[in-house]
């Protein structure tokens, strides 16, 4: 590789950044912007690929970059999954047992939903068929947009890429149009629900919907004195920067992955040659994590350090993603696309009030919102619909979510690589009989974990 292609791809970058701070700007100044809480990296992305060369060709970005943009998700995509493990603390119950009576029903409640999905997309794939040309894996991307966000269409892009499938783009960009959908639709969804149940007497402790903190809205903090630390400082930069650490084991796991998929791959055994290389990942840093554990220096990792590195990795890889968006190819399938994520969120939204009320003991509403935002958007867009319910965070329902969401997002990890499998082996029945089952597994397992309060 020589210094003009590092410094092209620099430029490359550099153009991304500058999409990326006009982004912010926008979502700063603009209402539509603040009151739907669309990401920067979301505003900034569509917008270079409205003057990009794929619609309107009024920035001269050049066809190598698209190409990049393009690639870019499914490459970072592996470091993000890969520092899922890490600094993960598995311990506390919580006042009176609540939490663990709370967060193993809400794990399987999430997985309940998310099967659910999987089956309305694959449904949706085998009756748009009766009309359409349906590529193969049209459906997963439902549950990878709703329940992963825009980051996750790498996670697809790269393994269809890495199965040499031709059509990996494209669904890598029905991927970031059922994330966008999901976001949206997730957030105003959410509110009217809000609404809805405050007048109903559903809210705990919301009695009418209040007002969301100006900062959650313009995406930035002003006030230095509210301005939180962004990690803690384990090592000293004396010997080596805290973010330069984390980075620097999260890459090496990765690196190690890539030659572990490479060896699978000359032996030419079969299965574990087809598996993704972030799924090898994943397991790598939760042995990596465990001996750090073991070792006790796990004080040298910070959970906040791990977010802000994977947290910046994910805004270019949205961004990236959406900027090269084949918005014709993707068009073509806009109708069933647009069946089914709509479907799908009223689905979701049903399944978690329904299931949530029945079998949630403390707070249902609450943990059930909060749910709704995080299986129809992102884990964020739970805390948001939280904060409006709870916005003194009084009730226990913010550390059930999230430890109930670091199970879930482990699974669903999981899951996606073998739906993909099974869809590219057995097909579209393969893969619904797989969702049912997983639906069947995951409603005995709320059965049993979340029996009617009544009962209790």
Not at 73 to 94: E, K, N, S, T, Y
Not at 109 to 126: D, P
Not at 378 to 387: K, Y
Not at 422 to 433: A, D, F, N, Q
Request: charged share 10%.
């Amino acid at each position: 590789m020589t210094s003009a292609v590092l410094e092209d791809f620099l430029g490359s970058l550099a153009v991304l950044s500058v999409f990326l701070l006009i982004g912010t700007f926008l979502r700063a100044k603009l209402k539509i912007f603040q009151k739907t809480f669309i990401p920067a990296s979301v505003i900034g992305g569509f917008l270079l690929l409205l003057l990009g060369p794929i619609v309107s060709g009024v920035l001269p970005i050049p066809d190598s970059w698209i190409s990049t943009y393009s690639a870019l998700p499914g490459v970072l995509i592996v470091p993000i999954v890969a520092a899922v493990p890490l600094g993960i603390r598995f311990g506390g119950g919580g006042k009176g047992g609540k939490k663990n009576r709370i967060v193993l029903p809400l794990f399987f409640l999430m997985s309940f939903a998310a099967a659910f999905q999987i089956l309305i997309g694959f449904l949706t794939n085998a009756a748009a068929g009766l009309k359409y040309e349906m590529y193969p894996a049209f459906g997963v991307e439902l549950l990878a947009g709703f329940c992963g966000g825009h980051g996750t269409a790498g996670l697809v892009g790269n393994a269809l890429q890495s199965r040499g499938l031709p059509y990996w783009e494209l669904s890598q960009g029905v991927c970031v149009t059922t994330a966008t959908f999901g976001l949206v639709g997730g957030i105003l969804l959410g509110i009217l629900l809000i609404n809805w149940a405050a007048r109903k007497g559903y809210t705990s402790i919301l009695k009418k919907p209040g007002d969301i903190p100006d900062t959650f809205k313009v995406g930035y903090i002003k006030d230095p004195e509210q301005q939180g630390p962004l990690c803690k400082e384990t090592t000293l930069p004396a010997s080596i920067d805290t973010l330069a650490f984390h980075l620097a084991l999260i890459l090496t796991v990765c690196g190690v992955s890539y030659l572990i998929l490479n060896l699978l791959t000359k032996s030419g055994i079969p299965v574990l040659k087809d598996i993704s290389v972030w799924a090898y990942a994943l397991l790598l840093m939760f042995l990596v994590w465990w001996l750090m554990c073991k070792l006790k220096i796990d004080y040298l990792v910070d959970s906040k350090a791990k977010s802000r590195i994977t947290g910046a990795m994910t805004d270019y890889a949205v961004i990236a993603a959406i900027a090269s968006l084949p918005i014709q190819a993707v068009a073509s399938y806009i109708v069933p696309i647009i069946i089914m994520c709509v479907i799908g969120l009223a689905v979701t939204a049903a399944i978690f009030l329904l299931a949530g009320r029945r079998y949630l003991r403390s707070n249902w509403f609450e943990h059930a919102i909060a749910s709704f935002g995080m299986a129809s958007g992102v884990f964020l867009t739970g805390i948001l619909l939280l904060r409006i319910c709870d916005p003194e965070g009084e009730s226990e329902v913010l550390g059930n979510y999230s430890m109930a969401y670091v199970f879930f997002s482990l699974l669903n990890f999981a899951l996606l690589s073998f739906y993909l499998s099974i869809i590219l082996t057995k097909g579209v029945p393969g893969v619904l009989l797989v969702g049912g089952l997983v639906a069947l597994i995951s409603f005995a397992g709320l059965l049993f974990s979340g029996r009617r309060r009544a009962g209790d």
